[in-house]
């Protein structure tokens, strides 16, 4: 069964102190590791796809890196703005393409 | 452009009461997903369908849950007798192409009383 284990819960950091969120997966063949961000009463809105060990992807202040076990999302520099429920999930190959998500972590960016 | 559009935004049942969920896929999106999200947990899958074809319905927690999407477009998402334990926010995502990033609507918050 594929399992998706994000730490920590929660992180509070203050704006401009950077850190990384962790996700670890198990999955029978990774077709795609996702990362979402979801605000309090929306739905998840997409960040990044991630296909295979060593590739990496920036937008603005977010980094997400890949290995074979785990992937990080790095927030450098964070802004309030960046303070949201940040979820990963992944997609196992096959023909089934449904998405097996993580608790997510809960950001907090104090000014 | 228009995203993934959801109906109602907020529906409070009685327990016992049917309801019915809607979604709206991006237009020309093929694959349509459902999850359930309970308070402080990831989504969890519900069903799946490519077209109008329900290719998975492995996630529906229980023979009182029913999707269709029948001109391969707009889905609904049926609850019949319904439960305190259904209560949760249920999403809809669409994508382009089966294995490609979901986009997801903005979720139906279902209150069981």
């Known amino acids: 069964e594929d399992q998706v284990t994000q730490s920590p819960e929660a992180l509070r950091l203050q704006e401009g102190e950077s850190s990384s969120l962790n996700c670890s997966y198990t999955?029978?063949?990774?077709?795609?590791l996702f990362w979402y961000r979801q605000d309090p009463g929306k739905g998840p809105e997409f960040l990044f796809t991630?296909?295979?060990a060593g590739e990496e992807k920036e937008k603005e202040r977010l980094k997400a890196t890949l290995t074979k076990k785990e992937s990080f999302l790095h927030i450098t520099a964070p802004k309030p703005e960046d303070s949201a429920t940040y979820l990963c999930?992944?997609?196992?190959?096959?023909?089934?393409?449904?998405?097996?998500f993580g608790k997510g972590i809960t950001l907090s960016v104090r000014p | 452009g228009a995203g993934v559009s959801q109906s109602p935004r907020y529906k409070v049942a009685k327990r016992g009461q049917d309801v019915a969920l809607r979604c709206d896929p991006i237009?020309?999106?093929?694959?349509l997903f459902w999850y359930q999200q309970a308070l402080g947990q990831g989504p969890e899958f519900l069903t799946y369908?490519?077209?109008?074809?329900?290719?998975?319905k492995s996630g529906l927690p229980s023979d009182r849950f029913f999707a269709e999407r029948p001109e391969g477009s707009v889905s609904t998402l049926k609850i019949q007798r319904t439960q305190q334990e259904d209560s949760a926010v249920y999403l809809c995502?669409?994508?382009?192409?089966?294995?490609?990033?979901?986009?997801f609507g903005p979720g139906t918050r279902l209150t069981v009383t």
């Open positions: 995502a669409s994508s382009g192409q089966p294995l490609y990033e979901q986009y």
């Open positions: 999955v029978s063949g990774l077709r795609g």
């Open positions: 991630l296909y295979s």
């Open positions: 999930a992944v997609q196992a190959a096959g023909a089934n393409s449904k998405l097996t």
């Open positions: 237009s020309g999106h093929v694959s």
């Open positions: 369908f490519q077209n109008e074809a329900q290719l998975d």
